[in-house]
């Protein structure tokens, strides 16, 4: 312990604990209750009201599925397969896993689905233990090219005890380099190669990946984590079709519903082990008010899911141009001819300090995005990329036409140089203008 908290807590975070630890220890019951409810609002205004939230892993739900996430259906026990229960009074209840279960493998054109997990970081772990044991090695995408902590050692894949190799990335696509994966394939002999990750710009060549795990009896898994409600849409590549034996998605992020996770498969084998991995492995008891609420969202997707996804790649293509034409550095792959065919646009991090920097000043300005990593020189101390995905503003009904206005906005504070709490008022102002959720059903 240090004077600030535990040693494994960055010091920033140890002293903002210690701070609002003594600035709640003094209040009375009602006092807390209060103040609980004064944050919710605080922070539901100004995340959900105030802001240009161009924070690629979230987004806002629909108000029907919120409500279903506060009955009391997902505070009751809830174990075992929809009909043979081990607790009773269910009923009505498991009729919906029925219902959520049949909806996501119609919206996903999939044989089996695995619903009751808790994330999509959780969905890698379930993925990881269908394919692999401990001592095994896997192959992933490093973190310049977008991979996620759960494929990396330092996530699920190494508290597994897995091995982790890099999937060779051809920098200039943005895409698995396959002559440089078959060779280092062969010779590491994995038991798995993950595709995807935290960020796509563009497809990935999915076929390739997966000849060449069928050469050495691998399995192919493809993280949707980001990319669900593209899929779901048909406005970008569709894994199963294409050769993954596995899928793992979240169900917020650009698919619109809580957070929660799911893993979809087309092979009966792995969909057994998965079942089992579920239950009575991890999962136990889950809840079903997610689940209620993942229909709500599985419902919007199959009504309006087409129209959403394309509205995403549309606004994502237009904000990268404006943000171009104002000075941004928006990152393009040095072989392709548009900076991004998702909802998801890079900028390169190095004009501005690096990645955390420029998000955490451009925050201020209620601007909100993150740091990723890119393959590109290091920044010292920082990332070197910036990651932006338009799911929510599209959500929120904004357009291409009102992309040049974000990018001005943003240009101010990352370009102009402007004090963010000068170009603030000016953000808010403009989300004015958008207060209506479209792309759900009534």
């Not at 237009?318 to 909802?343: K, W, Y």
């Not at 009102?402 to 170009?423: G, H, K, N, T, Y």
């Amino acid at each position: 312990m240090t004077g600030t908290g535990p040693d494994w807590i960055p010091t920033a975070a140890a002293r903002f604990i210690a701070a609002q630890e003594a600035r709640l220890a003094s209040l009375s019951l009602d006092e807390l209750d209060r103040e609980l409810h004064l944050l919710v609002a605080a922070q539901e205004r100004q995340v959900d009201r105030e802001s240009i939230n161009l924070y690629a892993g979230t987004n806002i739900p629909n108000p029907r599925a919120g409500a279903l996430l506060a009955s009391s259906i997902g505070s009751r026990p809830n174990l075992g397969h929809p009909g043979a229960k081990y607790n009773k009074g269910m009923q009505h209840a498991e009729q919906l896993e029925v219902m959520l279960s049949m909806l996501l493998r119609r919206l996903f054109n999939a044989r089996f689905v695995e619903h009751r997990v808790g994330s999509g970081s959780l969905a890698n772990l379930y993925a990881f233990m269908a394919t692999c044991r401990p001592g095994d090695a896997i192959m992933a995408f490093s973190d310049a090219a977008a991979g996620h902590p759960t494929h990396h050692e330092v996530g699920a894949a190494g508290l597994y005890g897995l091995k982790v190799h890099e999937v060779p990335f051809d920098a200039a696509r943005m895409d698995v380099d396959a002559d440089a994966l078959r060779e280092a394939a062969r010779r590491i002999r994995p038991r798995l190669i993950i595709v995807a990750g935290s960020m796509c710009l563009f497809p990935y060549n999915l076929r390739a990946v997966r000849g060449i795990a069928d050469e050495i009896g691998a399995h192919v898994l493809y993280d949707a984590a980001h990319m669900g409600g593209l899929i779901a849409g048909g406005a970008f590549q569709q894994p199963l079709a294409e050769g993954a034996h596995l899928m793992t998605g979240s169900t917020y992020k650009s698919f619109g519903g809580p957070p929660s996770g799911i893993v979809l498969t087309n092979e009966a084998e792995l969909a057994a082990r998965l079942d089992r991995i579920a239950f009575p492995g991890l999962t136990a008891n889950f809840d079903l008010g997610r689940t209620s609420a993942m229909i709500v969202a599985v419902l919007d997707l199959l009504a309006h899911g087409r129209a959403y996804a394309a509205a995403c790649i549309a606004n994502a293509q237009e904000l990268a141009a404006a943000m171009d034409r104002a000075g941004i550095a928006v990152f393009r792959p040095a072989a392709r001819d548009a900076f991004t065919n998702s909802q998801h646009v890079a900028l390169d991090a190095a004009p501005y300090g690096g990645g955390n920097r420029a998000s955490a000043r451009i925050e201020s300005a209620n601007i909100l995005f993150t740091s990723i990593g890119l393959p590109l020189p290091s920044v010292d101390g920082d990332a070197n990329g910036i990651r932006i995905g338009t799911q929510e503003i599209t959500r929120w009904g904004m357009q291409p036409t009102d992309m040049a206005e974000i990018a001005a906005l943003a240009a101010r504070v990352l370009v102009q140089d402007e004090d963010p709490a000068r170009v603030r008022p000016d953000v808010i102002a403009f989300r004015r203008r958008f207060q209506q959720i479209h792309f759900v059903r009534g």
